[in-house]
Antibody
Framework: QVQLQESGPGRVKSSETLSLTCTVS????????WSWIRQPAGKGLEWIGR???????NYNPSLKSRVTMSIDTSKNQFSLKLNSLTAADTAVYYC??????????????????WGRGTLVTVSS | SSELTQDPAVSVALGQTVRITCQGD??????PSWYRQRPGQAPLLVIY???NRPSGVPDRFSASTSGNTAFLTITGAQAEDEADYYC???????????FGGGTKLTVL
């Protein structure tokens, strides 16, 4: 079955750039949107953004100025870059498949598969 | 921008029915999806597309909406349902998605 695995540094310095990669195994990365979501310790989930195999992206307005997402279909991977880090960016970062469903009257998108998450700590 | 509001905590007696709410203007236009998150685990999709359950999710989970409020109902709550529950929905005005703050469900 399709599985997602995040990878990247567990600790990054304040003001630097975080780079994370999500590797998709067991299925093709094409034909789906893919997302990053994060969760500070003890807090709720925050959608960061989504990327499509064409390279098209949408970002959370609160993070848009600092986020870049990209996708490499040849490697079945997609990536997140978040710059100008502060302690507030310390969180577990999840990658997820952003699935779509349409009926006769509506369409909806939802996160049907998730990676296990990777903890990123921003230190000064 | 759009916000989704959830009660921080709800409790239910074992075997009873509990309803978890999610409020927000975007719910007037879009159905939310719902996720369960147990401690130390990644979130798990439990409801999508109005009221559909992924394979493996028990049929005691159901969803509905009314106006700007969405409901996740667990009929006959079990001990393993104790977890945090999040709603998620598209923002009405743009191509981005928002999570509710989450509801911690305690099964007594």
């Amino acid at each position: 079955q399709v599985q997602l695995q995040e990878s990247g540094p567990g600790r990054v310095k304040s003001s630097e750039t975080l780079s994370l990669t999500c590797t998709v195994s067991g299925g093709a990365i094409s034909s789906y949107y893919w997302s990053w979501i994060r969760q500070p310790a003890g807090k709720g989930l925050e959608w960061i953004g989504r990327v499509y195999p064409s390279g098209s992206t949408n970002y959370n307005p609160s993070l848009k100025s600092r986020v870049t997402m990209s996708i490499d279909t040849s490697k079945n991977q997609f990536s997140l870059k978040l710059n100008s880090l502060t302690a507030a960016d310390t969180a577990v970062y999840y990658c997820a498949r952003f699935q779509g469903y349409c009926s006769n009257t509506y369409c909806q998108k939802y996160f049907d598969l998730w990676g296990r998450g990777t903890l990123v700590t921003v230190s000064s | 921008s759009s916000e989704l509001t959830q009660d921080p905590a709800v409790s239910v007696a074992l075997g009873q029915t509990v309803r978890i709410t999610c409020q927000g203007d975007s719910l007037r236009n879009y159905f939310p999806s719902w996720y369960r998150q147990r401690p130390g685990q990644a979130p798990l999709l439990v409801i999508y597309a109005k009221n559909n359950r992924p394979s493996g999710v028990p049929d005691r989970f159901s969803a509905s909406t009314s106006g700007n409020t969405a409901f996740l109902t667990i009929t006959g709550a079990q001990a393993e349902d104790e977890a945090d529950y999040y709603c998620n929905c598209r923002d009405s005005s743009a191509d981005h998605w928002v999570f509710g703050g989450g509801t911690k469900l305690t099964v007594l």
